[in-house]
Nanobody, 115 residues
Framework: QVQLVESGGGLVQAGGSLRLSCAVS????????MGWYRQAPGNKRELVAV???????NYADSVKGRFTISRDNAVDTMYLQMNGLKPEDTAVYYC?????????WGRGTQVTVSS
């Protein structure tokens, strides 16, 4: 059974940093892309960062230059390094894997940035 488990969220002051992790278990065939999304109260879920199977990355304009997506295949974990955090980054962050067999999501981790 495939599981994605996020960790690393928390409360941080504006300007601070957090690193989110997403541990993947259960084996996923045919991964096409992996990414991070976020959803703030009253807002739709939005893409934050994505990495294709070829290693190409893309970021939302609002986080470019501040966030970095990466992965460690040896430990089946993906990361989101978040620097220069702003109050508007406050949201629940979800990791996602888009694969030939389906679309997989974690349960999310809360990130709160205080001003």
């Amino acid at each position: 059974q495939v599981q994605l488990v996020e960790s690393g969220g928390g409360l941080v002051q504006a300007g601070g940093s957090l690193r989110l992790s997403c541990a993947v278990s259960g084996g996923i065939f045919g991964i096409r892309a992996m990414g991070w999304y976020r959803q703030a109260p009253g807002n739709k879920r939005e893409l934050v960062a994505v990495m294709t199977r070829f290693g190409t990355t893309n970021y939302a304009d609002s986080v470019k230059g501040r966030f970095t997506i990466s992965r460690d295949n040896a430990v089946d974990t993906m990361y989101l390094q978040m620097n220069g955090l702003k109050p508007e980054d406050t949201a629940v962050y979800y990791c996602n894997i888009y694969a030939e067999g389906g679309d997989y999501w974690g349960r999310g981790t809360q990130v709160t940035v205080s001003s």
